[in-house]
């Protein structure tokens, strides 16, 4: 009964996105992202010699990208002559990285349906499927158990309101059957599983500190914001939205002495402007129109475009990271292995980094004005922020080891 039900509203979910995309821009991107879908995966497929493994990753969105990428590019290093599937459910994912080439093919997941669910598996024929933190689609592991194909999680994470851990859905809890193996990244969530029977779990992480760990320590350098930078304080504000920045732009970082960089959430043409709006009483400048010459005499300098923000962390002092007054907070390992003091807004609860790097006061989380200045004060003493930017750079540099762990496991 409760199959039937979960097909029914899977069914009107693609209802209710393909008549949201008459006028919703990201839904469009949704449907449109999936036409003739299965055309364009047997034209890649049929060739493909059965010989060859095949790994197929799922991830939600970007941000489950960034957990899946260490993997990825670890299987190319360990088993050069895998192919990788990476899939998307979300255009926030996809549209961001379809022309990743550390995957050998990158799609749209079809949406949920046993017809989809069965012709996507037959086509595609994985050895192994990877999902990604938390992205249950059952009818997809329902075909992947029956075909006796290996299925993770990786980098998981569950809590106790999640609705595999009530008495009245069962039938969800069975479906995690399909699951081989739980690489978790928590003793909360193995508790929890085990609580309901499953004990093929191991904690091995958050491969996220992996990949920002690599990062910093092969970091890009960008000649104009190290300029703009100098040897001035530097608030770095990383995908950020507008109530960010309107905290930001009502606070007294100037008069404390410090520049801001901006890096938006989104650097769409429209977010550039409202950006560059609230911060319209300072000299601003985006990067796109920087030059040696004028970008020492601004203030504010707005990046304008896509995959700088991991490096430009490191001429920061501090970072304000952006989405906690919204659904929750975007990255905040990024800034933490350049050890920069971490600020961000109340809606951080989800997320176990944060929680962490607040009782280990490397971060900081304001929901007014004057907490922001009173936090930014605080950090504008010396010692103070010697020790929160130790304990943020420490806290990701003892942190890592997921990749590794899940991978040498797996692939054996």
């Known amino acids: 009964m409760i199959h039937f039900l979960y097909n029914i509203?899977?069914?009107f979910y693609g209802i209710f996105i393909h008549i949201a995309s008459l006028f919703n821009s990201k839904a469009k991107l949704w449907v449109k992202g999936r036409q003739a879908i299965f055309q364009k995966l047997e034209s890649e497929f049929k060739n493909r010699n059965p010989k060859t493994p095949l790994v197929w990753v799922h991830c939600a969105s970007l941000g489950e990208f960034e957990q899946g990428r260490p993997l990825i590019e670890k299987i190319k290093i360990k088993?050069?002559?895998?192919?990788?599937?990476?899939?998307?459910?979300?255009p926030s994912g996809y549209e961001i990285r379809k022309n990743y080439n550390g995957a050998d093919y990158v799609y749209y997941l079809p949406l949920d349906t046993q017809f989809n669910s069965k012709k996507f598996i037959e086509i595609i024929k994985p050895d192994i499927a990877l999902f990604v933190k938390y992205e249950f689609w059952f009818n997809y592991l329902k075909e992947l158990k029956k075909q006796e194909i290996p299925t993770y999680l990786v980098c998981g994470i569950f809590r106790k309101e999640h609705y595999f851990f009530k008495n009245y859905t069962t039938w969800f809890c069975k479906q995690l059957e399909a699951f081989t193996h739980f690489y978790l990244q928590d003793d909360a969530s193995k508790i929890l599983l085990n609580s309901i029977g499953y004990t093929n779990t191991t904690i091995?992480?958050?491969?996220?500190?992996?990949?920002?760990?690599?990062?910093?320590?092969?970091?890009?350098?960008?000649?104009?914001?190290?300029?703009?930078?100098?040897?001035?304080?530097?608030?770095?504000a990383g995908s950020a939205w507008k109530e960010d920045l309107k905290l930001i732009s009502e606070s007294k970082f100037k008069t404390l002495g410090f520049k801001l960089i901006i890096a938006s959430h989104e650097v769409d043409e429209i977010t550039v402007q409202s950006a560059a709006q609230q911060f319209n009483k300072l000299a601003f400048i985006r990067y796109s129109q920087a030059t040696e010459q004028n970008i020492s005499t601004t203030d504010v300098l707005i990046?304008?475009?896509?995959?700088?923000?991991?490096?430009?962390?490191?001429?920061?002092?501090?970072?304000?990271?952006?989405?906690?007054?919204?659904?929750?907070?975007?990255n905040i390992?990024?800034?933490?292995t350049f050890g920069l003091p971490v600020i961000f807004g109340p809606n951080f609860t989800k997320f176990n980094e944060a929680k962490e790097?607040?009782?280990?006061?490397?971060?900081?989380?304001?929901s007014t004005v004057d907490e922001l200045n009173r936090?930014?004060?605080?950090?504008?003493?010396?010692?103070?922020?010697?020790?929160?930017?130790?304990?943020?750079?420490?806290?990701?540099?003892?942190?890592?080891?997921?990749?590794?762990?899940?991978?040498?496991?797996?692939?054996?």
């Open 9 to 11: 509203s899977i069914y």
């Open 79 to 90: 088993r050069p002559e895998s192919l990788i599937l990476l899939t998307f459910f979300s």
């Open 204 to 236: 091995a992480g958050d491969t996220r500190f992996d990949r920002v760990f690599e990062i910093s320590k092969n970091v890009k350098e960008f000649k104009l914001v190290k300029k703009f930078a100098g040897n001035d304080k530097v608030l770095v």
């Open 303 to 330: 990046i304008d475009n896509i995959g700088m923000l991991s490096s430009i962390y490191q001429y920061g002092t501090i970072a304000i990271i952006g989405g906690g007054f919204g659904k929750g907070i975007h």
């Open 333 to 336: 390992l990024e800034a933490a």
């Open 357 to 366: 790097l607040i009782q280990s006061g490397g971060a900081f989380s304001v």
């Open 375 to 412: 936090t930014i004060d605080l950090l504008d003493q010396s010692a103070i922020l010697k020790q929160a930017s130790f304990t943020s750079k420490n806290y990701v540099e003892t942190h890592t080891g997921a990749t590794e762990l899940i991978l040498t496991s797996i692939l054996k």
